[in-house]
């Protein structure tokens, strides 16, 4: 399989402090996964890491949508049982001849990078920061330590997200389209992870997991080898 590179975006939804920790539970697991798999894993922003590896995009894919979570929170004091969720957007790197950008569409903010910080912390702005005025739409990448890396970076991502946007406007005016498989809405439930049964259940497909834990150590192998086979 030849490299493909993504952009993996994981937000807290419903569920307020318990949702944030889930969304971070579920981005240290995929990145565990691609470790596992050899592939390449560069840090965008907080909720953002860019993805490089054989065949990267097509096992992902299917992981976009809402991943709910139910388990006891640590914040929990009486033992009751929380649901919450999180939003996962797997977004292929899109060519600039695919989707191009007016520069007049664009504001641009720089600020520093909040992964920069003690006696190192640096006098140039090197985050930054765009906001497609538009859509509305808004990225940022702060790991590099240059500006112009972040701003390539940002101006790909916010490529991919145009392009997600388009797609999923385009699915709405396809007739039946709640009846296709992993087509990677946002707002579609995909996943539940079920911590007092021990059980990770896939909506799309009916099927069910043990072993729990695992899975979100980064073990997916079963998990996206049988929605990869079935939706296809």
Do not use: C
Request: glycine share 8%; aromatic share 6%.
């Amino acid at each position: 399989m030849e490299n493909q590179t993504l952009y993996l975006e994981v937000r807290g939804a419903t569920g307020g402090d318990e949702a944030k920790i889930w969304s971070g539970d579920l981005l240290r697991m995929y990145i565990r996964y691609a470790t596992k798999l050899g592939w390449k894993v560069f840090p965008v922003d907080e909720a953002v890491v860019k993805i490089v590896g054989p065949g990267a995009f097509d096992i992902l894919k299917n992981e976009s949508g809402v991943h709910r979570v139910q388990r006891i929170p640590t914040t929990e004091r009486h033992g009751r049982i929380h649901t919450s969720t999180a939003t996962v957007a797997i977004l292929p790197e899109i060519p600039e001849s695919e989707v191009r950008i007016n520069p007049v569409d664009l504001e641009m903010q720089f600020f520093h990078s909040s992964s920069q910080g003690g006696q190192n912390v640096q006098k140039v702005s090197t985050a930054v920061r765009l906001i497609h005025k538009p859509t509305g739409i808004v990225v940022s990448a702060q790991r590099e330590r240059f500006q112009e890396q972040n701003r390539k970076i940002a101006m790909d991502l916010l490529r991919a997200k145009l392009w997600e946007k388009a797609e999923e406007e385009k699915m709405l005016t396809i007739a039946g389209y709640r009846s296709v498989i992993g087509r990677g809405m946002r707002a579609e439930k995909i996943r539940t992870y079920n911590f007092p049964q021990n059980r990770v259940t896939d909506h799309r497909i009916g099927k069910s997991w043990g072993n729990l834990e695992a899975i979100l150590e980064g073990h997916l192998d079963k998990v996206t080898e049988l929605t990869r086979s079935l939706t296809s």
